[in-house]
């Protein structure tokens, strides 16, 4: 059965240095989405993206945010500096549709910043 | 401003059927109710998902009632490997609001033997 990838699975980093999340989306997949989920909270949404551009993003999702696919397969999260509250795991998703059925995420990059 | 309410937890019997409900009262003409769940601290992984009509998979059976303000979802043989956290969210995918999945609380279903 076809899988999101994410690499790293755990990665730890100083407060105010830069993060790169990496994904790679089920290949006949279109849509593609980052979420996070702070230890014994709710998942998040953080933004969707489609078409080589944003097409939704949350409040959360702010300057220090950025997406990019740079290539037919990856999928990126940059953290432009991070702060302690970015601690997460973040998840990717993707899907054929966009709908909301069928939503394929992977295991997650578990960020920690300390 | 939650659109589904889900018990915070719920047991089953490891073979026994698990069925999980949410309320979901306000629901729109052109909102689906969709079901995902995540077990440990895994990427959430999709069930299932229905406008009006029950709706079943190799995964699960989905049962909306007619007026579509609650709907349940069943497991019908469970094991140890469906413990995990559900999560029942409503969203329209002609406006686009199904498209960011909207997390709430979810059940914690415990699998036991």
């Known amino acids: 059965e076809p899988e999101v990838t994410q690499t790293p699975s755990h990665q730890v980093t100083q407060m105010g240095q830069e993060v790169i999340l990496r994904c790679v989306p089920i290949s006949n997949h279109l849509y593609f989405y980052w979420y996070r989920q702070i230890l014994g909270q709710k998942v998040e949404f953080l933004v969707s993206?489609?078409?080589?551009?944003?097409?939704?993003k949350s409040e959360i999702f702010d300057d220090q945010f950025s997406v990019e696919r740079p290539d037919g397969s990856n999928f990126t999260l940059k953290i432009r500096s991070t702060k302690l509250e970015d601690s997460a795991m973040y998840f990717c998703?993707?899907?054929?549709?966009?709908?909301?059925?069928?939503?394929?995420f992977g295991s997650g990059t578990r960020l920690t910043v300390v | 401003d939650a659109k589904t309410t889900q018990p915070p937890s719920m047991d089953c019997a490891e073979g026994r059927a698990a069925n999980l409900p949410c309320n979901h009262s306000t629901i729109s003409g052109n909102e689906y109710v969709y079901w995902y769940r995540q077990i440990h601290s895994q990427g959430p992984q999709y069930i299932i998902h229905?406008?009006?009509n029950n709706e079943t998979n190799e995964m699960a059976s989905l049962i909306i009632t007619e007026d579509r303000k609650s709907s349940t979802l069943i497991l019908p043989h469970a094991t140890l490997r469906d413990t995990a956290v559900y999560y029942c969210i409503v969203g329209d995918p002609y406006t686009g609001t199904a498209s960011k999945l909207t997390f709430g609380t979810g059940t914690r279903l415990q699998v036991t033997l």
């Open positions: 229905g406008l009006k």
């Open positions: 993206f489609y078409n080589n551009e944003i097409s939704e």
């Open positions: 998703a993707s899907s054929p549709t966009g709908t909301g059925d069928g939503y394929t």
